[in-house]
């Protein structure tokens, strides 16, 4: 784990134009998967595993760095840099960075451009899922990548350490993946009543509070069945979670330095995302905790500062789901969810143009 300070990057601008339609639809709701494409040219808004800031115009959304318009590949942008950071033991095989492009980016840029151990593989074992804030969509997205990999063949499992809310009687997120994906194991370690954070939800109801090498024991004992353990945390990263054997509380940041895995983060299309994405992906990669970002729920009629929000995002993003996800039919759920995923999720998304075009 690394405790050295994010690196600072280049300025950017934003250059951004909206799709040419009368007005977007969204991502496809009810459709299969969407077509793999070949790349032909550099493009903004391709899916790739390097994680580098789009150079080049776009007709759809251009974010260009301010003093590497033309160069092919750039760190990205400072506020949501490129985690560079690599666990002790991470549950992610190492990608091999990609070369070519690679080798030409100036020697002080390359500490941010480096792409994660994620990138350009599957992540496998044990996957931590995190949201920007609660209700994003975490559950949703958990249940699209249990979808995704159950299809492509994998055992999977999710977790969800601690339900809080139990006396609200809206279902379990156990409950809902059960019902949208049906993963071969779901477990919840705990449930409280409150809707509350884990850790004060089980002080006002006087249980004991979640343990965290009792979850890290559950979780893998559940690695050692099966090929994908998604493990979805409560609210955001830095949620107090339980306490650890010294008394002290443990957040799900935690949870991922302790299990050395990597985490996906679920974020938010719209206005406020980019501050919650970048305060999120920047408290990971200080930790030394691999991260991508997947949109819990890109709307119908995207607006300017979707568009806007998506180009931002593209070098971290690994999937986005459409609004209107979690109520779908699960059988329609499970065929379309690989068409909302890149390949290091089991999906076959691996061109953004592609994804945004056919979303309109
Ligand atoms: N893509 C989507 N389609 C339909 N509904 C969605 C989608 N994303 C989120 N929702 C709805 O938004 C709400 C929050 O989603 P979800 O339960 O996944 O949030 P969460 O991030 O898991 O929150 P928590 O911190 O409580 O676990 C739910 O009511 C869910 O039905
Ligand atoms: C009850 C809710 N849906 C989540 N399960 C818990 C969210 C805790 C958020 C705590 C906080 O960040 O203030
Ligand atoms: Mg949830």
């Excluded at 969800?160 to 006396?167: F, L, N, S």
Aim: with cysteine; glycine share 10%.
């Amino acid at each position: 784990m690394t405790t050295d300070p994010p690196q600072a990057s280049r300025p950017t601008h934003l250059s951004l134009v909206p799709p040419h339609r009368g007005g977007g639809h969204g991502l496809p709701v009810a459709t299969g998967p969407a077509r793999r494409t070949v790349a032909t040219a550099p493009d903004p808004l391709q899916a790739h595993g390097g994680g580098h800031a789009p150079a080049v115009p776009s007709p759809v959304v251009s974010v260009t760095p301010a003093e590497t318009a033309g160069e092919p590949e750039a760190s990205p942008p400072t506020s949501l840099a490129e985690p560079s950071a690599e666990p002790a033991e991470p549950a992610i095989e190492p990608a091999e960075p990609e070369a070519g492009p690679e080798a030409e980016t100036p020697a002080e840029t390359r500490e941010t451009a480096r792409p994660s151990r994620a990138d350009s593989d599957e992540w496998r074992g044990i996957v931590l899922v995190t949201g920007t804030d609660t209700e994003v969509g975490k559950t949703i997205a958990t249940a699209a990548i249990a979808a995704a990999a159950q299809a492509a063949g994998l055992r999977v499992a999710v977790i969800k350490p601690g339900q809080t809310g139990i006396d609200t009687g809206m279902p379990t997120d156990a409950e809902v993946v059960t019902r949208l994906a049906g993963p071969e194991t779901v477990r919840t370690l705990a449930e409280f009543p409150e809707p509350l954070a884990p850790l004060a939800a089980a002080k006002v109801a006087g249980l004991p509070p979640l343990d965290l090498f009792d979850v890290v024991d559950a979780i893998r004992a559940e690695a050692e069945k099966h090929d994908l353990v998604l493990v979805e945390g409560a609210g955001g990263l830095l949620v107090p979670m339980g306490v650890r054997p010294s008394g002290e509380a443990w957040t799900f940041a935690d949870l991922g330095t302790t299990l050395g895995c990597g985490m996906i983060v679920v974020a938010r299309a719209g206005l406020g995302t980019l501050n919650h994405t970048a305060l999120t992906l920047e408290a990971l990669n200080r930790r030394g905790v691999p991260a991508r970002v997947v949109l819990g729920a890109w709307p119908a009629e995207p607006e300017l500062v979707h568009w806007a929000n998506l180009g931002e995002l593209v070098p971290h993003l690994v999937g986005a789901l459409p609004a209107g996800a979690g109520s779908m039919d699960p059988g329609v759920f499970r065929r379309s969810a690989p068409g909302w995923l890149t390949p290091a999720l089991y999906g076959v998304l691996d061109n953004w143009r592609v994804w945004a075009e056919e979303a309109g």
